[in-house]
């Protein structure tokens, strides 16, 4: 079955990197855009980065830009998220989502997140 | 950014009860590239509707969603006790894209 499961997360200092992998199976990934999307503690959705199928195009939210990257290895069927210079404000879950349709693609798959804490 | 402002913030009513929410965006979202998603406590979101009025496979047909331009509604007929949960709009017109804040839906 279609399935995104997310790894990498846990708690983390202030200005250190982390890097996310997002592990894709069921589906032809290469196909298919992919999204970062994060959720503070109590919070709603917010939406962090996208990148096309083929990793040629990217683009990322106000907040991360500059400080996170996404990108995809299609011969491990796995998209990443390196994130450097945390801010305590980066903590929350942190969930991978397959992009379908057109534009800048609606989220039709989702994983079940990966959690993480910012903190000193 | 586009921002999209949902309403209201909670909705309470009882099962049977027919909701609707209401997300409204601050520039037009020209393609109707928006959508709605579902978020049950502990769980990921799940996608109910794209391109403003599609039903996604396996969503239930007392789901639908309307609107252009501006302004976009979900309506669910008849509220079954699993749809008390939040909802988001998200639109992917353009970038970046954006959700609204969320409406929480309650039982009465």
């Known amino acids: 079955q279609v399935q995104l499961v997310e790894s990498g997360g846990g708690v983390f200092q202030p200005g250190g990197p982390l890097r996310l992998s997002c592990a894709a199976s069921?589906?032809?990934?290469?196909?298919?855009?992919m999204h970062w999307v994060r959720q503070a503690p109590g919070k709603g959705l917010e939406w962090v980065a996208v990148?096309?199928?083929?990793?040629?195009?990217?683009y990322y939210g106000d907040s991360v830009k500059g400080r996170f990257t996404i990108s995809r290895d299609k011969s491990k069927n796995t998209l990443y998220l390196q994130m450097n210079s945390l801010r305590v404000e980066d903590t929350a879950v942190y969930y991978c989502?397959?992009?379908?349709?057109?534009?800048?693609?609606?989220?039709?798959?989702w994983g079940k997140g990966s959690t993480v804490t910012v903190s000193s | 950014e586009n921002v999209l402002t949902q309403s209201p913030g909670i909705l309470s009513l009882s099962p049977g009860e027919r909701a609707t929410l209401s997300c409204r965006a601050s520039q037009s979202v020209t393609r109707n590239y928006l959508a709605w998603y579902q978020q049950r406590p502990g769980q990921a979101p799940r996608l109910l509707i794209y391109?403003?009025?599609s039903r996604a496979t396996g969503i239930p047909d007392r789901f639908s969603g309307s609107g252009s331009g501006t302004d976009f509604t979900l309506i669910i007929s008849r509220l079954e006790p699993e749809d008390f949960a939040v909802y988001y709009c998200?639109?992917?017109?353009?970038?970046?894209?954006?959700f609204g804040q969320g409406t929480k839906l309650d039982i009465k």
């Open positions: 391109g403003a009025s």
């Open positions: 069921g589906f032809t990934f290469s196909d298919y855009a």
């Open positions: 990148i096309s199928y083929d990793g040629g195009n990217k």
């Open positions: 998200h639109q992917y017109d353009t970038s970046p894209c954006s």
């Open positions: 989502a397959r992009g379908n349709g057109l534009g800048y693609f609606y989220m039709d798959v």
